[in-house]
């Protein structure tokens, strides 16, 4: 696992590049009210598949971005091996997504905020790079960390703000009946 | 993780049945040439979905049959959380998969054949009972694992000979064009 910061400029300036593409797909799922996560992936310059997280909207407990973006990946290649392919995800993918991964034969995963509490490629765990696995994949941490992060703590803070709102309503209309 | 023959005869005959099912799944997968693994799951006695392996003929990298059953689940409930519901399948979990019913909050697992190569539900690792994800999972492995062993080496046992018949006629035809 390498980490961003340790990539030469033009490495940074490439991921960068696609990682910006990967943060319009997280926007679109906050527009949705959805947590920010969005995924891209890349072969020789050529966006084979891009989503953004659709859990609650879908009710689907698979609906990450990057099951959803292997899924398009496999679409337009007709083919459910995406080898020399890259992925780019905002957050540290968790378990599902690290095998998903793994199964897909994607060369490379690019990451930008960790995941402490679920993530499988650096956190918890270190599932791609595992050589017990059939099939080993590069890692770079770190990616626009900050950005992707900063989409991440807004739309929970918000969520919070707007939960304790909701609460005070209640609690304001509960009182007003009691009268 | 208990294993299936420490359980009462009870609690054997009731798994036995579900398996069953699951069975009956991974030999539509056969049918069809694919890898035969089925999956089923289940909650107070009703199924909310059954699938089975179906990677090489969508080639989609996801499409196992664990993922499947998820997805089936999730629709005929509305719901992406399938607490209380019991996952059966014939082999046990890849990571993405072990993943998923840790994502779609299964209370169960119950599945038959070891996968030594892949299996994260006791093998490699056995992340649906690690304690640091948000859910965990109560694992029963061993269920009919004789029949759902056999199902996956019969597979594998006509693959070899089906190949090394082609090789053979590829050999033979090349020898008959030199003359």
């Not at 961003?4 to 527009?31: G, P, R, T, V």
């Not at 050529?46 to 899924?71: D, K, P, S």
């Not at 992707?148 to 709102?165: C, P, V, Y």
Request: charged share 20%.
């Amino acid at each position: 696992m390498r980490n961003f910061n340790d990539l030469s400029q033009e490495e940074q300036n490439i991921h960068q590049y696609w990682m910006s593409k990967a943060i319009e797909q997280a926007k679109l799922a906050q527009a949705m009210g959805e947590v920010p996560i969005g995924a891209i992936i890349v072969r020789d310059g050529e966006i084979l598949g891009q989503a953004y997280n659709q859990r609650e909207c879908t009710h689907q407990a698979v609906a990450h971005a990057e099951i959803l973006a292997i899924q398009a990946a496999n679409q337009t290649s007709q083919a459910w091996r995406l080898e020399g392919a890259s992925l780019y995800v905002t957050l540290e993918p968790c378990p599902m997504c690290a095998g998903a991964i793994i199964n897909a034969r994607i060369k490379e995963v690019i990451y930008g905020a960790q995941d402490p509490k679920a993530g499988c490629v650096g956190s918890l765990y270190n599932l791609p790079e595992d050589e017990r696995f059939n099939h080993r994949i590069q890692v770079i941490a770190g990616a626009c960390a900050d950005e992707t992060a900063a989409l991440l703590s807004e739309f929970f803070q918000n969520l919070r703000n707007k939960r304790k709102k909701e609460k005070l309503i209640n609690k304001q209309k509960g009182l007003s009946t009691e009268f």
